[in-house]
C-alpha cells in the first residue's frame, strides 16, 4: 500500500529559505496571474477557527532525534492517553478535535484507494475512541493525493486511479523533471471531479470533519523556495480548478478544509475563495519566539511561505480576514518551547486576537505547568464570537502593527498591544485612534481584573509580552 510521508528536515530546510533582496521595508506580496471565471462557493465562510490537539509535535520530536517516518507510530494504548487528556484537560474550554499529521505512513488499506490508517491506526477505530469522549477527528491528507493502485476504479464511473496521473496532453510547468514527491491527481484529467468527490464522501461515511491539505505550492508550479524543482507544476488554472472542486465536495459532505503550503498568489484570490482556512505562515517546527515573531522580522516573500513567523503572517495577511472570510492560520502552538509566560501568552493571544485557530501541539507529557495558557476562558470567548481583530497598521516594520483590535458581535471591542521588543516598553492607546469613541469599562482578560472606565489605556508591557483587554460600555 502507499504510504505518503515527508520528512520533517525537507520542510525545515523549505522554511529557513532566504531571499536576494535584502529590502526589509518593501511588502512583497506574490505576482498577478489572469485566470478564467470560476464558479463561487456560497455559504463556505461560516465556520469559526478550530480549537483542537495535533500529534505533529510527537511526529516532529521523534524526527529530530533520527526516528525514520516508517518507524513512528502511535498505539492504541498510546492513542487512548492522548484522547484522554485532551477529552479531561482541554474539551472544557472548547479543543473538541484531535488530528493527524504528516510522517507517519498513511496507508489506504482496502479496496476504495482512500486512506484508512494512520500507521497501525484505523482511522474508523480513532473515531470510535475520540467520539466515545466527546471528541472529534482531523485528518491530514490530501484530494490530490493518489493513495491507491492504478487499478483502483473511481466508484460511479469506468475510470482508474491511473488515469488521474499527469499524461503528457495537458501542459505542465517542469516538463523535464521526474523529481516527484507525490502521486497527484490533475485536475483536468477525466475523473478527477468524481474521485475528489469520493475522497470527501469516504472521510464524511468514517465521521471526520476536518481535513488539512498540505503542499498546495508544488501542484501548483512544482518548485520549492529552496530545494528547487519538485514537481510537474501542473499550472495556475489546473490548482485554481482543483480547488474549486474541492470546495465544491467539502461543502457537499459538510467538511472542513484546511490549506497549508499554497503560494496565494492574486492576494490570495484562489485560497480565500475555495478554502475555509489558510495557513500565512511557516511551520511550527522547533518552535518557541523563533517561530512566533524572530524568523525573518519583518521580511516578505513572493512565494511560500510569504512569511516566517507567526506574527508577520498574520499582519501582512490580516486584509483578507473577517467574520465572514477565510481563517488565517498561524501553524502549531508548542507552549513547552518558550522561555516566559509573557512569551506564551502573546502567541496564545495573537491567535485569538487574529481569528485564528489555536492548535495544540504540546503532549500530555511535555506541557508541563502550561495548560493554564491554553484554558483562559475570557480569551477563548473571542473564538466562540467568530471575532477577527486587525492591526492598527499592516506594514511589516511599522510598530502600530503591533496594537490588534476589534468589535466583538455584542458591540463590545477587544483591544491587544503587543511587544515584540527584547526590552520591556511603555505603550499608550487612545481609543480613539482605533475609531473607539468615548469612556469604556477596561478589562484584563490575562489578569482576569477589572481596570476602571478609560478613553485610553496605557501600560508597560514586558518582553514579548502583551495586554489584552475587553471594553464594554
Keep these: 500500500m502507499k504510504k505518503m510521508n515527508i520528512t520533517a528536515t525537507l520542510l525545515a530546510a523549505a522554511m529557513l529559505a ?29 465556520y469559526k ?6 500529534v505533529y509535535e510527537y511526529c516532529y520530536v521523534n524526527e529530530q532525534n533520527g526516528i525514520a517516518n516508517s518507524d513512528q507510530d502511535i498505539t492504541p494504548a498510546e492513542w487512548d492517553k492522548i484522547i484522554d487528556w485532551v477529552s479531561s484537560e482541554l474539551k472544557p474550554y472548547g479543543y473538541d478535535m484531535v488530528c493527524t499529521d504528516g510522517f507517519i505512513p498513511m496507508l489506504s488499506n482496502d479496496a476504495t484507494g482512500y486512506m484508512t490508517h494512520y500507521g497501525s491506526m484505523s482511522l474508523k477505530e480513532l473515531v470510535e475512541k475520540c467520539k466515545a469522549k466527546g471528541l472529534k477527528v482531523g485528518v491530514y491528507d490530501n484530494p490530490l493525493w493518489v493513495h491507491g493502485p492504478r487499478e483502483t476504479k473511481i466508484e460511479g464511473t469506468d475510470y482508474t486511479f491511473g488515469g488521474l496521473y ?39 461515511e468514517l465521521g471526520i470533519e476536518y481535513i488539512r491539505m498540505d503542499f498546495l505550492s508544488w ?18 488554472e489546473s490548482y ?3 480547488l474549486n472542486y474541492i470546495a465544491e465536495a467539502a461543502k457537499k459532505y459538510g467538511i472542513f478544509t484546511s490549506l497549508v503550503m499554497p503560494h496565494l498568489y492574486n492576494d490570495a484570490e484562489v485560497e480565500a475563495k475555495y478554502g475555509n482556512m489558510v495557513r500565512i505562515v511557516a511551520d511550527t517546527a522547533g518552535g518557541g519566539w523563533w517561530h512566533c515573531s524572530a524568523a525573518d522580522k519583518g521580511r516578505s516573500y513572493t512565494t511560500w511561505p510569504n512569511c516566517m513567523n507567526m506574527f508577520d503572517g498574520f499582519t ?47 503532549q500530555y507529557n511535555t506541557i508541563g505547568d502550561n495548560l493554564k495558557f491554553y484554558q483562559n476562558s475570557e480569551l477563548l470567548a473571542l473564538n466562540k464570537d467568530r471575532f477577527v481583530g486587525k492591526p492598527l497598521s ?35 492607546v487612545d481609543f480613539s485612534t482605533l475609531g473607539i469613541s468615548g469612556e469604556w469599562n477596561v478589562r484584563d482578560l490575562w489578569k482576569h481584573s477589572d481596570e476602571g472606565t478609560a478613553s485610553s489605556i496605557s501600560a508597560t508591557i514586558p518582553a514579548h509580552g502583551c495586554k489584552i483587554v475587553k471594553l464594554t460600555k
Design 18 to 46: 532566504g531571499c536576494a533582496n535584502d529590502d526589509y521595508y518593501e511588502m512583497r506580496y506574490p505576482p498577478k496571474y489572469e485566470l478564467p471565471e470560476l464558479p463561487a462557493i456560497e455559504g463556505i465562510h461560516q
Design 49 to 54: 477557527a478550530p480549537l483542537y490537539w495535533s
Design 166 to 204: 499527469w499524461n503528457g496532453t495537458t501542459e505542465i510547468m517542469n516538463p523535464s523533471t521526474d523529481n516527484l514527491w507525490f502521486n497527484w491527481a490533475v485536475a483536468e484529467n477525466p475523473g478527477c471531479k468524481e474521485f475528489i468527490d469520493g475522497f470527501f464522501k469516504h472521510y464524511k
Design 219 to 236: 501542484y501548483e508550479d512544482g518548485k520549492d523556495r529552496n530545494i528547487g524543482i519538485v514537481g510537474h507544476g501542473y499550472g495556475r
Design 240 to 242: 485554481a480548478r482543483a
Design 316 to 362: 501582512y495577511w490580516s486584509h483578507i480576514a473577517g467574520r465572514d472570510n477565510v481563517i488565517l492560520d498561524g501553524d502549531f502552538i508548542r507552549l513547552n518551547t518558550f522561555s516566559s509566560d509573557a512569551e506564551k501568552e502573546t502567541v496564545v493571544s495573537l491567535q485569538l486576537m487574529a481569528g485564528g485557530p489555536v492548535t495544540v501541539a504540546d
Design 394 to 428: 499592516d506594514k511589516l516594520n511599522d510598530p502600530d502593527n503591533q496594537v490588534w483590535y476589534g468589535q466583538m458581535s455584542d458591540g463590545n471591542y477587544v483591544v491587544g498591544l503587543f511587544n515584540r521588543d527584547d526590552n520591556a516598553k511603555n505603550v499608550k
